[in-house]
């Protein structure tokens, strides 16, 4: 299997500093490859958001080259590979907590993060950010979005308020999500904070990524959009690294015309 990554990250256009912090590792295996995203968005009404942020990713980064790398090369089973990341997340709990108390503030952090194992993802999910599936259908119809199935994989953790109802740090961890499944050929999985999703529903993200698996375009050559063509019309083969970053960017740029004032942070996971 064949996988494909690029990640974005933008302090959006009214931000001083960016809260958001990521962090995309990808290796190869003997007989496949392993992949950690991670997106986290500090809470911006407590202090020091960014450290959270970054204290969360540089913890998970270091557990996915020690203890995971360890549990993949001795082929544990996946129920030790999630249960592996579900002590480490409280482990990042934990720190959170000491680093609030040592500095005498209130901190948090969202997060978002998926592991891909040979076959087999892992997901672990808190806060409001998101994780979509991107799925290629057998049989094609003439709408190039409708060539795949959409679906998020995440809930956003919020209040009919709108307001945050659960987080890393700031008091106490409060049952994050869990999952784990197969991975089949011909999947995007599109993670990120909420800045990058402000206006973006199902259909707009399918017109942006729906091609993904697309024939060749003399716009992808240029890099340019042809006269009357939505994005999503495109035929361009965006499992190219540069051309996916450039629809992460695109995608961006519409969520901030419609509005989005936040901090931004994507990451994209092709599998062909």
Sequence with gaps: MQITTSSFWWKGRSASVNQDSLSLQHVRLGNGSAVLAVVCDGIGSLARGEEASG?????????????????????????????????????????????????????????????????????????DGRLYLFRRR???????????????????????????????????????????GRIRRGSLFLLGTDGIWYGMDRKRLGQLFGNVWGRKDPGQISGK????KHPGQLGGNV?????????????????????SMDNMAAIAVVTE
């Design 239 to 259: 499992c190219d690294i540069g051309q996916l970053q450039r629809r992460l960017e695109m995608m961006a740029q519409q969520s901030a015309d419609r509005g």
């Design 138 to 180: 057998k049989f094609l119809p003439v709408i190039l979005w409708r060539r795949v199935g959409v679906k998020c994989l995440t809930a956003e953790d919020r209040d009919k308020t709108g307001h945050l109802t659960k987080c890393l740090g700031a008091e106490c961890i409060d049952r994050p999500f869990y999952d784990t």
């Design 55 to 127: 204290i969360a990713v540089r913890c998970l980064t270091q557990w996915f080259y020690g203890e995971c790398r360890e549990l993949i090369f001795e082929r544990k089973s996946k129920e030790l590979i999630l249960l592996a990341l579900q002590r480490q997340v409280y482990q990042i709990q934990e720190l959170l907590l000491k680093f609030q108390q040592k500095e005498k503030i209130r901190s948090g952090t969202t997060m978002t993060c998926l592991l891909l194992i040979r076959r087999r993802y892992y997901l672990v999910h808190i806060g």
């Design 225 to 228: 959009i042809p006269d009357g």
